[in-house]
């Protein structure tokens, strides 16, 4: 199955997911990366691994939808079936998410439906929780809100400082995405409602 990444920093879930396909623990190709920011270090992960990129700024478009019918051209030339989003920081339009409903999954560093938004780890660890997470969502129409697929939950312990929770955080997240690829990859996940039955 060919699948598609989009990006727009660090890149660390996109090398995890590279990493796992290539010890065959995922049965798909990248056959796309997808970046809105042109330095954005995935880029480097990705041409590493001889995955093929694709950069469009946003500035080029006059609306959000123009630009998604941009990237899905690319998309469907490479007869995408999943989009992975691993730290794209731009907002999908309606018109994207209608195409490829049940289709496009992301990964948020909290335990939705709490501390949506960009700050998921800090809200969590700002607010004293005990605990919080990390959650791989189908993406609807709303921020951070889709049909929950996988999620862990991650202890705030009294010594761990905001960077020593980012540090645990990505640890699960590095596992955590890769497992829900490979069950959608596999055909297991079925989506009724905001509900999704994992095949078993
Ligand atoms: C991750 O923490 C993810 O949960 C959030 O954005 C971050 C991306 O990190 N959506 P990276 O670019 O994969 O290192």
């Known amino acids: 199955m060919n699948i598609a990444v989009f990006v727009s920093g660090n890149g660390t879930n996109l090398q995890a997911i590279i990493d796992a396909i290539s010890r065959g623990e995922i ?3 990248i ?24 950069i469009l700024s946003a500035k ?5 939808e123009d630009y998604d019918k941009e990237i899905i051209k690319e998309l ?22 209608r195409q490829y409903k049940n289709k496009i999954m992301n990964i948020h ?6 501390f949506k938004g ?6 969590a660890f700002e607010c004293g929780m005990e605990m919080t997470g990390v959650t791989v969502h189908f993406v609807d ?8 697929i996988l999620q862990e939950t991650v202890s705030i312990d009294g010594d761990d ?29 079925k989506v009724e409602g905001r509900k999704v039955s994992r095949g078993g």
């Open 118 to 123: 960009t700050h998921g780890i800090k809200d």
């Open 161 to 189: 400082t905001l960077e020593t929770l980012e540090e645990k955080i990505h640890k699960v997240e590095h596992k955590l995405y890769p497992k829900a690829i490979r069950l959608f990859v596999e055909g297991k996940l």
């Open 141 to 148: 129409e709303e921020l951070d809100h889709g049909p929950i």
């Open 27 to 29: 049965k798909a190709k």
């Open 31 to 54: 056959a796309l990366v997808v970046s809105d920011n042109k330095d954005a270090y995935a880029l480097v992960r990705a041409k590493k691994a001889n995955v093929e990129t694709f």
């Open 76 to 97: 469907e030339k490479r007869n995408v079936r999943l989009v992975v989003l691993a730290g794209f920081m731009r907002l999908l339009s309606p018109y994207f998410v």
């Open 60 to 64: 080029d478009f006059k609306s959000r």
């Open 109 to 114: 560093p909290a335990l939705l439906p709490s």
